[in-house]
């Protein structure tokens, strides 16, 4: 008679803040993407303000992201940096030249559209003065980059089957949900 061998708990050391990073790099710059996308949404489409001309830039290079990213996670492509890096590092530098220019830290160059590029839609005064709408693209547009090389020189494989589909999903259904819901609300 065979004797029942008794379950033993795996146990895996605690994980830190760069290990969860490394596994959920991909959710968080889909999260990133999503946010970023759903914000310069809500300034045109409910708010109102017309982008200019390197906003618009700045949504050809992040729009995509956020399809890139969620069929990426999705078809567990696990070298999804190869084609979100290129886009995601040429947004910053659209991003950072534009913010340099909202800040009067350049001069400002003309631009085709009916808005300057320079125009300041955001007028925080004080200590957040800083934050401006090139700003927000910019930190986006990091975030995505720095979880993109990170999943490009981790060791450790993402997180990936089911669960992270799931959250995939739910990522994109809860942004979509919130801006949706702001907008409906303003």
Same mark, same amino acid.
């Given at each position: 008679? %065979?004797?029942?061998?008794?379950?033993?708990?795996?146990?895996? !050391?605690?994980?830190?803040?760069? %290990?969860?990073?490394?596994?959920?790099?991909?959710?968080?710059?889909?999260?990133?993407?999503?946010?970023?996308?759903?914000?310069? /949404?809500?300034?045109?489409?409910?708010?109102?303000?017309? !982008?200019?001309?390197?906003?618009?830039?700045? &949504?050809?290079?992040?729009? +995509?992201?956020?399809?890139? /990213?969620?069929?990426?996670?999705? &078809? %567990?492509?696990?070298?999804?940096?190869? $084609?979100?890096?290129?886009?995601?590092?040429?947004? #910053?530098?659209?991003?950072?030249?534009? $913010? /340099?220019?909202?800040?009067? #830290? #350049?001069?400002?160059? +003309?631009?085709?559209?009916?808005? !300057?590029?320079?125009?300041? $839609?955001? *007028?925080? +005064?004080?200590?957040?003065?800083? #934050?401006?709408?090139?700003?927000?693209?910019?930190?986006?547009?990091?975030?995505?980059?720095?979880?993109?090389? *990170?999943?490009?020189?981790? %060791? *450790?494989?993402?997180?990936?089957? &089911?669960?992270?589909?799931?959250?995939?999903?739910?990522?994109?259904?809860?942004?979509? /949900?919130?801006?949706?819901?702001?907008?409906?609300?303003?």
């Amino acid at each position: 008679m %065979d004797r029942v061998q008794p379950i033993e708990l795996a146990t895996t !050391p605690s994980t830190g803040l760069l %290990d969860w990073l490394t596994l959920s790099c991909r959710h968080v710059a889909l999260l990133a993407a999503m946010l970023a996308t759903g914000g310069s /949404l809500f300034f045109s489409e409910v708010l109102g303000w017309i !982008p200019c001309e390197l906003c618009w830039y700045q &949504r050809i290079l992040m729009y +995509p992201l956020a399809v890139l /990213l969620f069929v990426g996670i999705w &078809r %567990d492509d696990r070298k999804v940096y190869l $084609y979100v890096l290129p886009l995601s590092l040429m947004g #910053i530098a659209v991003s950072l030249y534009h $913010y /340099l220019m909202v800040m009067l #830290i #350049i001069p400002p160059a +003309p631009c085709a559209g009916a808005v !300057p590029c320079a125009f300041d $839609y955001i *007028n925080i +005064p004080g200590v957040l003065s800083f #934050i401006k709408i090139p700003f927000l693209a910019l930190v986006a547009f990091v975030i995505i980059s720095v979880m993109m090389a *990170n999943l490009a020189l981790a %060791d *450790n494989a993402p997180a990936c089957g &089911r669960l992270a589909r799931i959250t995939a999903t739910v990522i994109v259904v809860a942004t979509t /949900l919130a801006f949706v819901g702001l907008g409906l609300m303003m």
